[in-house]
Every structure is written in C-alpha cells, then in structure tokens.
C-alpha cells in the first residue's frame, strides 16, 4: 500500500502543469463570478483585459482605490456579462469607476459562444466539482515534456500565474510575435461585430453613469499588425464608438496602441502589462483630478520607478529573472 500511494503522490507531481502557478484554473474563474460589493474600480473586457492591463500596475498611481480585473478569456460583451460588472462594486463607494477594454472581437457571436464568462456562468455545481477533481490528473502534455528534456529546443512555452485580483501574469519562451493573427484573420472573415451588442454596452453605460459610476473606455495595445487587420476585416468604427460612448456619458482614453511590446500580436507580457497598466491609471488620475479628458492619453510614460520588491512578491521567482532579463536588454 506505502508502494501504491508513493506512486500515486510521484504521479500527481510529474503530471500537473509546473508551467501554471498562482489560483488554479478552476477556482480563478468562480472567484471572479463570486466577487460582489467589493471594490472601488472594476476592469472589464476580453483576454486583453485579463493578460494586460494589471491592478497591480495601477496601484502606483490610484493607491485610495481598490481595483478588481473582472475580464475573462475570450469574453464578449454579451447582456449577462454586462449586468455583472456593476455588482463588483462596492455600493458604499465614494469613487466608483467602471473600466472597459474595448476590442472588436468582444462584439462578436463567436466570442459570446465560446468565451470563458459563458462557459463558467452556466456551469453547473456537478462540473465544477469535477473540474476541481481532475486538477490533480492533468495529462501529460509532450510538448511541455521535450521543452524540459530538451531546453535547447526553440518550442514556443509560456508561463502564467494567476492573482488574486484577478490579472493572470504571463511570460512566453520564444514567442511567435505574429501568432494570434491567424485566429482573428479566420474570425472576421467568417462573421462581423454585431451591431446589437456594441448597443447594448452603450446603454449599459449610460446606466452606469446615470447612476454615479465614472465609465472609461480604451482599446487595449496590440501589435501595428493586428490593429490593421481588426481595421481592415471588421466593420468595427471606432471613431463612431468614441462618438457614441461619450454621448453616453463614458470617457474615452486614447491609447498609444504601438507603444509596448506583445508576445503574440494581441497580448502584453507581464513586464509591457505593469508598464501599460501604469499609464493607464496615469492617465485615469489626471481625469479624476479635473484635467479635459479629451487631452489625456495612455502613453508610454519613459523612465519610471522600479516597482518596489513587495509589489510583486507573490509572483515566481522565474518572473523576476525574466524581469531583470527584459530590463538590461533595453537602450
């Protein structure tokens, strides 16, 4: 029996994924769902929201707030993910502020069928147990196996870990810079944004601040090749948007779109998200202490302050050299 159980503890150590650290899976996303009535900022968009844009990079600059990263992979703006954002926020809250990324395929059937909002929203509590169950037995991916026998190997790899506040940390081993643009090119030939659902985060908005909640809109950064094909292929205005959100009462944050570096065309790696994040909330501050937002942008702001050792404590310990690694390679 000592012999069967020393295996079985061998086996459940050698097959879990080393490459995923932080809040398991599973439980990442019900957490995000759980969130009610508990912040003063509440971030909220696609995969871009959730790889990109740090609360831990805003804290620098909006340290009174507490700010939540309620994206999910792959969402769309669909109305039940819509009606769930207000929730996370605190009612009490003398500075309640919604911020959503804002990106074509979050407007789209595709993303409102597959994406993980959906998936874990109507997911039932007998899923969910299971789920938590077969964490322990992942399978054996042979990819992750040869680039560990075989580190000199150039296999595309990454690593993630998911916080508390809801923002998943990623680093990739040789990235593919162009590797999403596969995927997007495949969508928006086959289907468009849909018209209803861009309405619909609009008349959201106009809830929102009609209700006393300052609504921000941005369009996360990506690579100059995918901006043009998003531009190219979808009927996505985003001049219009901005006209129509603001008509709503949102406030648009233009961002410097080619300003920081991604590791596949769509999102940022964890240093480019503190960097970005920290611009943002720059840029959100300057709003909330009176400044014209029509003067305000998110752009690279140069050299910063390091952040301090404690910020990012929790993260690996590969994060930080990876971290340090990024830094002595720029001018």
Same mark, same amino acid.
């Given at each position: 029996?000592?012999?069967?159980?020393?295996?079985?503890?061998?086996?459940?150590?050698?097959?879990?994924?080393?490459?995923?650290?932080?809040?398991?899976?599973?439980?990442?996303?019900?957490?995000?769902?759980?969130?009610?009535?508990?912040?003063?900022?509440?971030?909220?968009?696609?995969?871009?929201?959730?790889?990109?844009?740090?609360?831990?990079?805003?804290?620098?600059?909006?340290?009174?707030?507490?700010?939540?990263?309620?994206?999910?992979?792959?969402?769309?703006?669909?109305?039940?993910?819509?009606?769930?954002?207000?929730?996370?926020?605190?009612?009490?809250?003398?500075?309640?502020?919604?911020?959503?990324?804002?990106?074509?395929?979050?407007?789209?059937?595709?993303?409102?069928?597959?994406?993980?909002? $959906?998936?874990?929203?109507?997911?039932?509590? !007998?899923? /969910?147990?299971?789920?938590?169950?077969?964490? #322990?037995?992942? *399978? @054996?991916?042979?990819?992750?196996?040869?680039?560990?026998?075989?580190?000199?190997?150039?296999?595309?790899?990454?690593?993630?870990?998911?916080?508390?506040?809801?923002?998943?940390?990623?680093?990739?081993?040789?990235?593919?810079?162009?590797?999403?643009?596969?995927?997007?090119?495949?969508?928006?030939?086959?289907?468009?944004?849909?018209?209803?659902?861009?309405?619909?985060?609009?008349?959201?908005?106009?809830?929102?601040?009609?209700?006393?909640?300052?609504?921000?809109?941005?369009?996360?950064?990506?690579?100059?090749?995918?901006?043009?094909?998003?531009?190219?292929?979808?009927?996505?205005?985003?001049?219009?948007?901005?006209?129509?959100?603001?008509?709503?009462?949102?406030?648009?944050?233009?961002?410097?779109?080619?300003?920081?570096?991604?590791?596949? $065309?769509?999102?940022?790696?964890?240093?480019? !998200?503190? /960097?970005?994040?920290?611009?943002?909330?720059? #840029?959100?501050? *300057? @709003?909330?202490?009176?400044?014209?937002?029509?003067?305000?942008?998110?752009?690279?702001?140069?050299?910063?302050?390091?952040?301090?050792?404690?910020?990012?404590?929790?993260?690996?310990?590969?994060?930080?050299?990876?971290?340090?690694?990024?830094?002595?390679?720029?001018?």
């Amino acid at each position: 029996m000592l012999a069967i159980s020393t295996v079985l503890i061998g086996w459940t150590g050698f097959v879990r994924t080393r490459d995923r650290t932080g809040i398991r899976s599973e439980r990442f996303w019900i957490m995000k769902l759980e969130w009610k009535g508990c912040a003063d900022a509440v971030l909220a968009g696609d995969s871009r929201a959730v790889i990109s844009v740090p609360p831990l990079g805003m804290f620098g600059e909006l340290p009174e707030l507490r700010i939540l990263n309620y994206g999910f992979s792959g969402a769309a703006y669909t109305s039940d993910y819509l009606d769930g954002i207000a929730p996370v926020l605190d009612p009490n809250s003398p500075d309640r502020n919604i911020i959503l990324a804002v990106t074509p395929r979050a407007f789209t059937e595709f993303a409102a069928q597959t994406g993980e909002f $959906g998936r874990q929203w109507k997911r039932s509590k !007998a899923k /969910e147990l299971l789920a938590e169950a077969r964490w #322990a037995f992942q *399978r @054996i991916q042979l990819k992750r196996l040869v680039a560990d026998w075989l580190p000199g190997r150039p296999i595309r790899r990454d690593f993630r870990h998911r916080c508390a506040d809801g923002w998943v940390a990623m680093y990739v081993e040789n990235p593919c810079r162009t590797g999403a643009l596969a995927h997007y090119e495949e969508l928006f030939s086959a289907e468009d944004v849909v018209p209803e659902m861009i309405d619909d985060l609009l008349d959201h908005v106009h809830t929102w601040t009609a209700d006393g909640i300052r609504v921000c809109g941005f369009r996360p950064p990506c690579s100059p090749e995918m901006l043009a094909l998003e531009n190219r292929l979808s009927i996505f205005d985003e001049a219009e948007f901005i006209t129509r959100f603001e008509s709503a009462g949102g406030i648009w944050i233009e961002v410097e779109q080619n300003g920081y570096d991604s590791f596949d $065309g769509s999102h940022l790696t964890w240093p480019e !998200a503190l /960097e970005f994040s920290r611009d943002l909330a720059y #840029a959100i501050r *300057r @709003i909330r202490a009176g400044e014209n937002p029509a003067a305000v942008r998110a752009i690279r702001g140069g050299t910063k302050p390091e952040l301090p050792p404690e910020w990012y404590a929790h993260l690996p310990a590969r994060f930080h050299a990876y971290y340090q690694s990024v830094r002595s390679d720029r001018p």
